[in-house]
Every structure is written in structure tokens, then in C-alpha cells.
């Protein structure tokens, strides 16, 4: 079936440090996905997307990087920051035919920022 | 910059009890949105819906939830009879395409006692 899960639960990084978070998807169907930041008692903050025509998109600080051949799929934070610390989600659509825009959701990592 | 707005922010309500949970979606959305998340775990789909119909559900998304977009902006989450495992956070999104740019609202947090 359909899944999306991350290799890492949890992840301690120091303040000035670059993260990885990383994601594994199984469904070969899907051509798009998005990383989101979800702080305590907040809704899923859009970071960064990424369509499976592409490998690699960078925006401010973040780049994601996703590689077909082996289902793979992650998330670069550079200089990160205390202000960066929360759950961090995968999530795919694996789009077309019926799926209105449904969203997989990975199972998230916990990022903590030391200062 | 636009916001999915959903009310209330926290609900407590007796096992048993109808609950309703309200969104705004962003105006020129058409693609809406209701999902779960347990405490602690992932974010689940529960249902999406398009054109005034419910377009896809989830296997949570039972006989006793029900969606309405009653007057054009608002878009409900009804749950009929609640149980103590549907206490959760609740989230309403939307999105211009149902492909992409979707915005999610902040939340409801349910608690069924």
C-alpha cells in the first residue's frame, strides 16, 4: 500500500549547524511532495515543495532534495536556528485521476535546536 | 496573506454529543479539506471535498462524520456522536487546484470526555 515514513524520529542539532531530515516514500505514483514544519498546538507550516520532475529546489535556508530511484526524499536547513525547532513532515500526493489532492503524511521528526 | 481560519480553538464534549467544527478556507480555493492528527502522531486524511461533493474519504471518515459547505464560505466537519478516540486535532485546508498550494488552518483541538 501507499506510505510515507521518515528514517529519523528525532533529531538534536546545534544552533549555527546544518540539518537533514530525511523522508522514504513507497508510493512510485507520486509526482509531488512538500515539506512542513508544525510547531506545538500549530497547523502544518508549507516550507518547501517539490515536483518529480525535478531532484532538487532550494528556497531561504532550505533545500529538498528528492531522488526517484530509490524513493527518497529530504530536507536541508542550513545555519539552523532555535527558531527552527519543531516536528518537520513529509507528505506526497500522488495526484491525477481521483485523488483530489489528497496528502500522505509521513510520521515527522522532531528537530531540537541547542543554542 | 490569506489564512484558513477554524473555530473553535479547543472542544471539550461529552462522549455521545454532536460536535461541529467550523473553517474558513481561503476565498478562491475550490479544493477543501479535513484531516486528524492523534496526539503524537502523523497527520491523517480524513475527507476532501469539491464542487459540493465529497470527492474522497478515508476509512476513518465514517457514517458518523459528515461535511457541509453551508453558505459558500463556510466548510463544517460534523461528527454525530462522539467517542473518546476521536479526541484529536482537527485540521481544515484548502487549495486552489487540489494539486497544489494547499494552506492549512491552525487547528481545532478536540476532547471528548
Known amino acids: 500500500g501507499e506510505s510515507v515514513g521518515l528514517h529519523l524520529p528525532t533529531l538534536s542539532v546545534q544552533e549555527g549547524d546544518n540539518s537533514i531530515i530525511n523522508c522514504a516514500y513507497s508510493n512510485s505514483a507520486s509526482d509531488y511532495f512538500i515539506w512542513y514544519k508544525q510547531e506545538s498546538g500549530k497547523g502544518p507550516q508549507f516550507i518547501i515543495d517539490?515536483?518529480?520532475?525535478?531532484d532538487k529546489r532550494q528556497g531561504q535556508r532550505v533545500t529538498v532534495l528528492l531522488n526517484k530511484t530509490v524513493k527518497h526524499l529530504s530536507l536541508q536547513i542550513a545555519a539552523t536556528q532555535p527558531g527552527d525547532s519543531a516536528v518537520y513532515f513529509c507528505a506526497e500526493n500522488s495526484g491525477g485521476g481521483t485523488s483530489y489532492g489528497k496528502l500522505t503524511f509521513g510520521q515527522g521528526t522532531i528537530l531540537t535546536v541547542h543554542p | 496573506e490569506p489564512e484558513v481560519t477554524q473555530t473553535p480553538s479547543h472542544q471539550v464534549t461529552q462522549m455521545g454529543q454532536e460536535v461541529i467544527l467550523r473553517c474558513v478556507p481561503i476565498?478562491?480555493?475550490?479544493?477543501f479539506y479535513w484531516y486528524r492528527q492523534i496526539l503524537g502522531q502523523k497527520v491523517e486524511f480524513l475527507v476532501s471535498?469539491?464542487?459540493?461533493?465529497?470527492?474522497?474519504k478515508s476509512e476513518i471518515f465514517d457514517d458518523q462524520f459528515s461535511v457541509e459547505r453551508p453558505d459558500g464560505s463556510n466548510f463544517t466537519l460534523k461528527i454525530r456522536s462522539t467517542k473518546l478516540e476521536d479526541s484529536a486535532m482537527y485540521f481544515c485546508?484548502?487549495?486552489?487546484?487540489?494539486?497544489?498550494?494547499?494552506?492549512f488552518g491552525s487547528g481545532t483541538r478536540l476532547t471528548v470526555v
Open positions: 517539490i515536483r518529480s520532475n525535478m
Open positions: 471535498f469539491y464542487n459540493n461533493e465529497i470527492s474522497e
Open positions: 485546508a484548502s487549495s486552489p487546484t487540489g494539486r497544489y498550494g494547499y494552506t
Open positions: 476565498s478562491n480555493h475550490l479544493y
